[in-house]
């Protein structure tokens, strides 16, 4: 019977080959626990691995059975350093009043505002730097967005005619962002 070309004679893998399959082997058990758990939440679901859910482990500890939410960074973006970390308890979610929320949200709902917050998150940038680079008709139009986006509190000007991405929105910014990741 011929031998594979990756094998050696006797039918067994070269160490590099064994090598490179015992660490795909453990990239892919990495990988595989990510999604949920179960489709559905039940009493018989398997308890997730404390190796790849360390922060849901963390957060069970703290907030014990009722759980929560909990969302934290660290990131090296546009210069600065962002570490952030939120988290609130579910009966605090649940009785929130969630349409206070809607401007915030709502500020994001544009393309070009989600443009604009992309090349800030690059630094601060000014409103001419801001029409130049994504192409816009006129300044008007980037105050119009940078307008919506400072009431939803996604922007600020720290100084005149300069518009940056305030440090404690940055993470919350891109938690949004990859919560709308299909996965």
């Not at 660490?23 to 691995?49: F, G, K, M, N, Q």
Request: hydrophobic share 40%; no cysteine; proline share 9%.
């Amino acid at each position: 019977m011929p031998v594979h070309p990756l094998l050696r004679p006797d039918g067994e893998a070269p160490d590099r080959l064994r090598a490179l399959e015992e660490r795909l082997a453990r990239l892919e058990a990495r990988l595989e626990p990510v999604r949920p758990a179960a489709d559905t939440p039940s009493e018989h679901s398997p308890s997730p691995d404390p190796e790849v859910f360390w922060a849901l482990q963390g957060l069970k500890e703290r907030l014990g059975e009722a759980g929560g939410v909990l969302f934290t960074g660290a990131v090296s973006m546009g210069g600065g350093r962002y570490e952030y970390q939120w988290a609130r308890p579910t009966e605090a979610l649940a009785q929130a009043d969630w349409a206070e929320r809607s401007e915030r949200v709502a500020a994001l709902g544009h393309p070009l505002r989600l443009a604009i917050l992309q090349r800030l998150t690059e630094g601060e940038h000014t409103v001419a730097q801001l029409v130049d680079e994504l192409d816009l008709a006129s300044t008007g139009v980037a105050y119009h967005h940078l307008s919506a986006l400072q009431g939803g509190g996604w922007v600020a000007s720290p100084r005149r005619g300069v518009w940056a991405i305030p440090v404690p929105r940055m993470i919350p910014l891109l938690t949004i962002l990859l919560a709308l990741e299909e996965g």
